[in-house]
């Protein structure tokens, strides 16, 4: 069981827009602690896609964007490609454990 | 651009102690930029939170392996080490090493897959 709970899969067309949520307690990401998204294609290891709940790293396609309300989050991907299949997690820190705690992740199929 | 690299034994008998090394490149692992971790993958599920490291030598781990788990850092070689005891099979899962910056995760290693098995 994962410290944050996210959708085990959404899907979408090409073109189309997805969101994925990302919802934690008080002790993370409602303790106003950044959450940060990863993206695993598979057999690689995760990449840095969003940090500090809406920044993306140089080279990260403006297609993706973040957003956090609360203690909720969310990750954004508009104009679905084929390439994006893959498995997204989010990741905050939690002061009560002082250390990361991650979502279960999310598989995006891209109809 | 930092690069990490893990490296160690692919198979591990039960109740045996598990040891893996990762090695650094593109900076210090002395740095303040950075902070150090493991993370790990059991086959076909998600990611779990090992521990990690400070500069200062000071370490935080997983509640539900802290009584097994010790990250260590061998400055003079750039190394990040883990070592998990009494292991079982539930411990079988792709290990990464990983630079932490503020609560991000800004490096990964590619991983290396332990299997636990008797």
């Known amino acids: 069981q994962s410290v944050l709970t996210q959708p085990p899969s959404v899907s979408g067309a090409p073109g189309q827009r997805v969101t994925i949520s990302c919802t934690g307690s008080?002790?993370?990401?409602?303790?106003?602690?950044?959450v940060n998204w990863y993206q695993q294609l598979p057999g690689a290891a995760p990449k840095l896609l969003i940090y500090?709940?809406?920044n993306r790293p140089s080279g990260v396609p403006d297609r993706f964007s973040g957003s956090k309300s609360g203690p909720s989050a969310s990750l954004a991907i508009t104009g679905l490609q084929a390439e994006d299949e893959a498995v997204y997690y989010c990741?905050?820190?939690?002061?009560?454990?002082?250390?990361?705690?991650f979502g279960g992740g999310t598989k995006l199929t891209v109809l | 651009q930092l690069q990490l690299q893990e490296s160690g034994p692919g198979l591990v008998k039960t109740s045996e102690t598990l040891s893996l090394t990762c090695n650094v490149s593109?900076?210090?692992?002395?740095?303040?930029?950075?902070?150090w971790g493991w993370i790990r993958q059991p086959p076909g599920k998600g990611l779990e939170w090992i521990g990690h490291?400070?500069?200062?030598?000071?370490?935080f781990y997983s509640p539900s392996l802290k009584s097994r788990v010790a990250i260590s850092v061998d400055a003079p070689k750039n190394q990040l080490s883990v070592r998990l005891s009494s292991v079982s099979a539930a411990d079988t899962a792709v290990y990464y090493c990983?630079?932490?910056?503020?609560?991000?995760?800004?490096?990964w290693g590619q991983g290396t897959l332990v299997t636990v098995s008797s």
């Open positions: 990983a630079a932490f910056r503020g609560y991000m995760i800004d490096y």
């Open positions: 593109g900076d210090s692992i002395s740095s303040r930029s950075y902070y």
């Open positions: 490291i400070y500069s200062s030598g000071t370490t």
């Open positions: 008080r002790s993370n990401i409602g303790a106003h602690y950044d």
């Open positions: 500090g709940n809406s």
């Open positions: 990741q905050s820190f939690d002061g009560n454990l002082i250390g990361s705690v």
